[in-house]
T-cell receptor, first 113, second 111 residues
Framework: DAGVIQSPRHEVTEMGQEVTLRCKPI?????LFWYRQTMMRGLELLIY????????DSGMPEDRFSAKMPNASFSTLKIQPSEPRDSAVYFC???????????FGSGTRLTVV | RKEVEQDPGPFNVPEGATVAFNCTYS??????FFWYRQDCRKEPKLLMS???SGNEDGRFTAQLNRASQYISLLIRDSKLSDSATYLC????????????FGRGTSLIVHP
């Protein structure tokens, strides 16, 4: 099992540019989560999907953020336009019903300059 | 009151010491609990689940106190490799499987 795969590992972009983060969950997992981690705020849940359907996006900071899950093996988190305050590590995690813990990807370290 | 609270530390202990962390949660309906470990610049990884009766995995013991709404993690015979941030995770109750993470407790084990 390859685990949760995220890409890119690092992204440096200029303010105003569009950023797309990608995630491939573990096969068979029916929940997918997007988190953002900063020193100031810790791990924040942005959005989660169950069986590819967005269930709760109340953690998405604002309309600049959007997430999709077109199929069970792929999800994207898009920021448009990006701002310096979006700089953080973005993690994707997946689980099977959530009862047995969550497996995280290696994260994408985003820097917006 | 925050949903999940942890003492950020750092806890600075010598090798071989016993150290314990607590984590309090505000939602009395919370049903499932976990401890995660996060190394510097890495992703969080599941350390252990926390069961109502308490559970042990080698040098690690996790306990749940529902009456006082906290979970604990005890590490015996600390190793240098135990240095990391320990995150507690609480699942919201009512059939929700949405995890809320604490900010983490930093542990530094020194020679």
């Amino acid at each position: 099992d390859a685990g949760v795969i995220q890409s890119p590992r690092h992204e440096v972009t200029e303010m105003g540019q569009e950023v797309t983060l990608r995630c491939k969950p573990i096969s068979g997992h029916d929940y997918l989560f997007w988190y953002r981690q900063t020193m100031m705020r810790g791990l924040e849940l942005l959005i989660y999907f169950n069986n590819n359907v967005p269930i709760d996006d109340s953690g998405m900071p604002e309309d600049r953020f959007s997430a999709k899950m077109p199929n069970a093996s792929f999800s994207t988190l898009k920021i448009q336009p990006s701002e310096p305050r979006d700089s953080a590590v973005y993690f994707c995690a997946s689980s099977s019903s959530g009862l047995y813990g969550y497996t995280f990807g290696s994260g994408t370290r985003l820097t917006v300059v | 009151r925050k949903e999940v609270e942890q003492d950020p530390g750092p806890f600075n202990v010598p090798e071989g010491a016993t150290v314990a962390f607590n984590c309090t949660y505000s939602n009395s309906a919370s049903q499932s609990f976990f401890w995660y470990r996060q190394d510097c610049r890495k992703e969080p990884k599941l350390l252990m689940s926390v069961y109502s009766s308490g559970n042990e995995d080698g040098r690690f013991t996790a306990q749940l106190n529902r009456a006082s709404q906290y979970i604990s993690l005890l590490i015996r015979d600390s190793k240098l490799s135990d240095s990391a941030t320990y995150l507690c995770v609480v699942l919201r109750g009512g059939g929700s499987y949405i995890p809320t993470f604490g900010r983490g407790t930093s542990l530094i084990v020194h020679p």
